[in-house]
């Protein structure tokens, strides 16, 4: 009997076939398949893909089985004499869970739907097609044509044909990116050849627009490419345009009317009549170019206003001031414009909060704060409101800080204030203290104008070539303060030129920089000024060039200090035991009060040689200090300075304080030495310790 041997055969309702051992495989679903890694869809939403694309599925065979499995795919479409044509494949087995693919022949047509479907074959049984059963047919079109260049249009900023220079720095362009192909999806972009953007269209063959702001000016450009939906990109458009420098303020009060003055002359804008609690005449910060400040007493009568608007407040604007309070420990108001509200449409300012007085902007109910205002120190303060991105920031002596927040200005119409700020009442929240220079802006102030606004030109204080020195007096180059030579200390004259020092034993050595420097016997040699060289209560900077006589001394050595009553502010100093250079300051102005290494830099040597240029530069502004070594800043820690310490001592070249007299001698050379008030830039502190002036 044949029978008794034989497998059994059951037909389903779909007509699969199978074992009565065997169940059929299970069908693919419709979200493991891809065309070219795109979903599979169908319709409207047929996958476009740039060639003949591989078809991929993911096939599993019954749970309770372990059998590898096939895949037959099937692809059809009909071709231009309207016959059906038909394509299949057959996949290696594989095991169950796993990806089967095929890549279509090269017959099948470009720009032409193409139907496709999967089942999954154990070489017993097959699945229903992935198209049965609730499931769907897969579609692709082959599109093997690129997409049309991209066309570039803006309003604000034409072409050069059009027009040469547009306004400007800080104000938005909008460019706007179409194609004559309709089935563009996204336009990949690239302004000035920075990293690449991607906009996508709202429909196929939609323009899209995108915004700009110019950070500089000058030549600009963007570039664009038309990516349709098969992800064909179009050839590249440039499009050329030329951006004005910003526009300036539409209102500025300078504040440096005569003292005695009713009123404050606007540079821009509307003149602001003062209450009788201003007095014009006071000092101007240092190094801003400023002349005066006008002071507010904070009472009633304390105030500046032009009884007008200086700007629409729902467009984007900035306002600034340098301002110097007298007191931080309540609400104070810089600047702000009145609504019909009974409230301010802004406020810049100060505020007292729980953690501490801290710098204000609150414009449309929100408000961003940071930065430590201190009482008698000038502090540029810069509010700005961005409504292309809706956001509100703050800046504090060029720098951003808090965190930017979004915002929803109400209309202000009503009159910009200085010193005061609207309220249900009445006026509040005056300010007390010192403000000079206020601006205001209809645009957006960038980050680079914000710091241009911020700066403070730093003052040549000093420079000592230590070229020569009479009756032990080395002359500062300017006739100011000279550096007395105390003890063991000279001014070295090296080699003319006339003899090579490595080639003659009679020959001296070269100098450090120029003709001559400072030598120090490290036991009583040291050179100081009359007085103190820099106020250490406010930003500063003090270079020199040194080498050490030993490679490795038995002690730490002090090349730079400036004392207060007890020790000192600061002192820069090679320490051997761990071969770096060392900023050092205490804690507080006291005899015996603990030091703090503030900043470091690590070196083997103290500068045998050519030297080491070492510069220290402390900004007030930011509560930092750092030591440079030959041009590099070392780590830098928040300055120990406490506020207000302005200390009393000679700068001193060679020595440092220890109680009622001096320590850490210096045994070597040192030269150039120059001071600072002020904070000199990167690029000013390399330059430093080459025999040359700065010019900040």
């Not at 599925?57 to 749970?63: G, N, R």
């Not at 336009?187 to 063959?205: H, M």
């Not at 990516?227 to 440096?256: C, E, H, M």
């Amino acid at each position: 009997m044949v029978g008794c041997c034989a497998v059994a055969l059951l037909t389903t309702a779909a007509g699969t076939a199978y074992a009565v051992d065997n169940l059929p495989p299970k069908r693919p679903l419709v979200q493991d398949l891809t065309s070219e890694g795109k979903a599979c869809a169908t319709g409207a939403d047929t996958a476009y893909v740039s060639q003949r694309p591989r078809l991929s599925a993911v096939l599993y065979d019954q749970p309770s089985e372990f059998s590898p499995v096939k895949g037959d795919f099937e692809a059809w479409w009909t071709d231009s004499a309207g016959v059906e044509q038909r394509r299949s494949y057959t996949s290696l087995s594989k095991a169950s869970g796993s990806r089967h693919d095929w890549t279509v022949p090269d017959d099948v047509p470009a720009n032409t739907v193409v139907n496709w479907h999967v089942r999954a074959n154990d070489t017993k049984a097959t699945s229903p097609w992935s198209d049965e059963d609730g499931g769907s047919v897969c579609s692709f079109v082959v599109d093997d044509t690129n997409p049309a260049n991209a066309t570039i249009t803006s309003p604000e900023y034409p072409t050069p044909d059009q027009e040469f220079w547009v306004d400007g720095v800080g104000v938005y362009g909008h460019f706007t990116m179409d194609s004559p192909s309709d089935d563009v999806v996204s336009y990949v972009y690239s302004f000035l050849g920075g990293p690449s953007g991607t906009a996508p269209a709202a429909e196929p063959g939609d323009p899209v627009t995108v915004p700009y702001l110019p950070l500089t000016s000058g030549p600009k450009y963007v570039q664009v490419r038309a990516i349709d939906r098969a992800g064909r990109s179009s050839g590249q458009t440039t499009y050329d345009f030329n951006v004005k420098s910003g526009r300036a303020p539409v209102a500025r009060w300078k504040l440096t009317d005569p003292a005695g003055s009713r009123s404050a002359a606007a540079e821009t804008g509307t003149a602001a009549r003062a209450g009788t609690g201003v007095t014009f005449g006071g000092p101007a910060p240092a190094g801003t170019g400023g002349t005066s400040s006008v002071a507010l007493d904070g009472g009633g009568h304390g105030f500046l206003t032009p009884d007008v608007p200086a700007t629409d407040i729902r467009k984007s604007f900035a306002v600034s001031a340098w301002v110097r309070p007298a007191e931080t420990g309540r609400n104070m108001t810089v600047a702000s414009q009145d609504t019909d509200a009974g409230a301010p449409g802004f406020s810049l300012g100060l505020r007292a909060e729980d953690s501490g007085p801290a710098w204000s902007f609150a414009i449309g109910g929100a408000r961003v704060s940071g930065g430590a205002p201190e009482t008698g120190e000038w502090a540029h303060v810069l509010g700005l409101y961005d409504a292309e991105t809706g956001r509100a920031r703050l800046y504090v002596n060029g720098r951003e800080t808090g965190t930017a927040v979004d915002a929803t200005p109400a209309e202000a119409a009503g009159a910009f204030q200085i010193g005061r700020a609207r309220g249900a009442s009445g006026y509040r929240d005056r300010w007390h203290g010192d403000v000079a220079d206020v601006q205001v802006h209809d645009r957006v102030v960038v980050p680079g104008e914000v710091s241009e606004l911020a700066y403070r030109k730093p003052k040549r204080l000093g420079h000592w070539s230590l070229e020569s020195a009479t009756d032990g007096v080395s002359p500062e180059g300017a006739g100011g303060s000279p550096l007395r030579l105390g003890g063991g200390a000279t001014v070295f004259r090296g080699s003319d030129g006339s003899c090579i020092p490595d080639l003659d034993p009679d020959c001296p050595p070269m100098a450090l920089v120029g003709e001559g420097h400072l030598h120090l016997d490290g036991e009583s040699g040291y050179a100081a000024t009359d007085g103190p060289a820099v106020d250490t209560g406010d930003s500063f900077t003090v270079g020199a060039v040194v080498r050490l006589a030993d490679s490795e001394p038995d002690h730490p050595m002090t090349v730079l200090s400036q004392a207060g009553e007890h020790t000192d502010a600061f002192k820069v100093r090679y320490v051997p035991s761990s071969q770096t250079w060392q900023l050092v300051m205490p804690e507080r102005d006291e005899a015996g009060a603990p030091e703090k290494v503030v900043s470091e830099a690590e070196f083997a040597d103290g500068g045998e040689g050519l030297g080491h240029r070492l510069a220290v530069v402390y900004d007030d502004a930011a509560d930092t200090i750092k030591l440079y070594v030959d041009g590099e800043a070392g780590a830098a820690t928040t300055a120990g300075f406490p506020n207000g310490w302005h200390s009393t001592g000679a700068l001193q070249v060679g020595r440092a304080k220890a109680g009622d007299g001096w320590t850490e001698y210096l045994r070597g050379d040192v030269d150039e030495v120059q001071a600072y008030q002020g904070v000199l830039s990167e690029t000013q502190i390399a330059q430093l310790g080459w025999g040359a002036d700065i010019n900040p």
